[in-house]
T-cell receptor, first 115, second 113 residues
Framework: AQTVTQSQPEMSVQEAETVTLSCTYD???????LFWYKQPPSRQMILVIR????KQQNATENRFSVNFQKAAKSFSLKISDSQLGDTAMYFC????????????WGAGTKLIIKP | DADVTQTPRNRITKTGKRIMLECSQT?????MYWYRQDPGLGLRLIYY???????NKGEISDGYSVSRQAQAKFSLSLESAIPNQTALYFC????????????FGPGTRLTVL
């Protein structure tokens, strides 16, 4: 079975600090896509960053970057210079073409940025 | 205007009632999805549709049905609502491109008493 595990139910850091959220996944497929989604208190689900499994280079989007370790099936999200607006639930998810592109989701990490 | 809209945003109903949640998208996507979110869990797929004539069950389809009325519209029905269907429901759409990136609606919070 394909699964996603986020081992940190909740984290909190001070504003401007760097924080890393963990995600591990399990699949027997070699071709897949990984995502981090953000869900602020407004409930809206927002894509933060994505990574193709065939790419060795880690994806970056402004203050957000990932550490993709394919052999270890690990996909962590690093947020640099954290801001109050980063306070949200963060979900790790992946999909494979062979499973009709269905997104498999982790349970989420609640991130609190303190002023 | 939002690309993916859901109505209603909030709904309280009673056990045994029939409920319909509606979703519309203006992104021209062929693929649409319905998810359910419960506290402490990630999103779980209820149904998905890759075009108007294609409907597929997801992980947790029991107790739900869907209708794809047009490319832009995908509705979710609870024929006889029960309290454990109390949850946050999301609709999403995507194209058939490389990433199949899914764009989400604002969610409908449903409470079944």
């Amino acid at each position: 079975a394909q699964t996603v595990t986020q081992s940190q139910p909740e984290m909190s850091v001070q504003e401007a600090e760097t924080v890393t959220l963990s995600c591990t996944y399990d699949t027997s497929e070699s071709n897949y896509y990984l995502f981090w989604y953000k869900q602020p208190p407004s409930r809206q689900m927002i894509l933060v960053i994505r990574q193709e499994a065939y790419k060795q280079q880690n994806a970056t989007e402004n203050r957000f970057s990932v550490n993709f370790q394919k052999a270890a099936k690990s996909f962590s999200l690093k947020i640099s210079d954290s801001q109050l607006g980063d306070t949200a639930m963060y979900f790790c998810a992946f999909m494979t073409p062979d499973s009709n592109y269905q997104l498999i989701w982790g349970a989420g990490t609640k991130l609190i940025i303190k002023p | 205007d939002a690309d993916v809209t859901q109505t209603p945003r909030n709904r309280i109903t009673k056990t045994g009632k029939r409920i319909m949640l509606e979703c519309s998208q203006t992104k021209g996507h062929d693929r649409m999805y319905w998810y359910r979110q419960d506290p402490g869990l990630g999103l779980r797929l209820i149904y998905y549709s890759f075009d108007v004539k294609d409907i597929n069950k997801g992980e947790i389809s029991d107790g739900y049905s869907v209708s794809r009325q047009a490319q832009a519209k995908f509705s979710l029905s609870l024929e006889s609502a029960i309290p454990n269907q109390t949850a946050l429901y999301f609709c999403a759409s995507s194209d058939a491109g490389l990433y199949n990136e899914q764009f989400f609606g604002p969610g409908t919070r449903l409470t079944v008493l």
